[in-house]
Nanobody, 126 residues
């Protein structure tokens, strides 16, 4: 129904910034709650941020709140994750996800999301 492709990952030093993009194709982008998750080697996939369909609401994991900003441009069918003040602990593969069935709440649970991108690697060196 919808294809998600992440980009913008790379290698940055601690304290640096990176902006991830997730471009959607197919489906109707505006109907999806969008989220970002990340997964480090040997660790479970964890929630990072989510944004409502109309971009009126956002929610962040405690570990990234104040440093990361999720946004979306429905006209461009793209969701972004601006990552500032990066820490080595932020190193992970970052995944974009789409949740079509979400009601008013923004889910932090990966199983609630219906579509996933391939992931983009973010590495923060110390």
């Amino acid at each position: 129904q919808v294809q998600l492709v992440e980009s913008g990952g790379g290698l940055v030093q601690a304290g640096g910034s990176l902006r991830l993009s997730c471009a959607a194709s197919g489906g109707t982008f505006s109907i999806y709650v969008m989220g970002w998750f990340r997964q480090a080697p040997g660790k479970a996939r964890e929630f990072v941020a989510a944004i409502s369909r109309g971009a009126g609401r956002t929610y962040y994991a405690d570990s990234v709140q104040g440093r990361f900003t999720i946004s979306r441009d429905n006209a461009k069918k793209t969701v972004y994750l601006q990552m500032n003040s990066l820490k080595p602990e932020d190193t992970a593969v970052y995944y974009c996800a789409a949740d079509r069935s979400a009601q008013s709440a923004l889910s932090v649970r990966a199983p609630e999301y219906d579509y996933w991108g391939q992931g983009t690697q973010v590495t923060v060196s110390s």
